[in-house]
């Protein structure tokens, strides 16, 4: 069965610190891999995305993702959170034909501390 | 460029009414997907419409429908509300051309709460 895990529901980090967000796939096909990130109350804004070539994607916001296919990983990682990154997260697949929906995982809510 | 917008962003209906939301895409999308989001179910896909035709549908029952327009604008439409209706309706366009990446963009959504 197509699916995407976030293992961890919720994560505190100290600002300044690195944040490492974990998502793992089961897909039959080659997938295209998505980060989204969703502030309270707002619609899902993308954040980086993986379609091929280079498994390292930079993304918007000082975000990057490793693909990982031997580890059905996509893991989101920054090297210095910020307070306003305090959101939640969400790793989504899909295939590579346009309009076909994305499989989400639940999501992980990150809090930055002071 | 605008984004994707979606009216109303905040409905409150009783059990038993029935609710439609629209949503417009980015200009020149002609894909639209609705998304439903709650707390317990995550995001769940509900159906996508590419040029007025529904392509894909996803797991719900026939209360929840849609179409799509010739401008690409989409309404999503339920019918005998029920209380787990409550949640966010996301909207998302994507693709100029079908075949093209899949690539969603979504809108800020439609809070629904029934009461």
């Known amino acids: 069965a197509q699916s995407v895990t976030q293992p961890d529901i919720h994560i505190t980090v100290s600002e300044g610190a690195s944040l490492e967000l974990r998502c793992n796939y089961s897909?039959?096909?080659?997938?295209?891999l998505f980060w989204y990130v969703q502030s309270p109350g707002q619609g899902l804004q993308l954040l980086l995305k993986?379609?091929?070539?280079?498994?390292l994607v930079q993304g918007i916001k000082g975000f990057e993702a490793e693909f990982k296919r031997s580890q059905s990983s996509f893991n989101l990682r920054k090297p210095s959170v910020h307070w306003s990154d305090a959101a939640e997260y969400f790793c989504?697949?899909?295939?590579?034909?346009?309009?076909?929906?994305?499989?989400f995982g639940k999501g992980t809510t990150l809090s930055v501390s002071s | 460029k605008a984004g994707v917008t979606q009216t109303p962003r905040y409905l409150i209906k009783t059990r038993g009414q029935q609710v439609t939301l629209s949503c417009s895409p980015i200009?020149?999308?002609?894909?639209v997907s609705w998304y439903q989001q709650t707390p317990g179910q995550g995001l769940q896909f509900l159906f996508e419409?590419?040029?007025?035709?529904?392509?894909n549908k996803g797991n719900f029952p026939g209360r929840f429908s849609g179409r799509q327009f010739s401008n690409s604008r989409s309404e999503m439409n339920v019918s005998t509300l029920e209380l787990g209706d409550s949640a966010l309706y996301l909207c998302a366009s994507s693709g100029k051309l079908a075949g093209e990446n899949n690539e969603q963009f979504f809108g800020p959504g439609t809070r629904l709460t029934v009461l």
């Open positions: 989504a697949v899909g295939p590579h034909q346009a309009g076909t929906a994305l499989i």
């Open positions: 419409y590419f040029s007025e035709t529904q392509r």
């Open positions: 200009s020149g999308h002609r894909s």
């Open positions: 993986y379609f091929s070539g280079d498994t």
């Open positions: 897909y039959g096909a080659t997938p295209y």
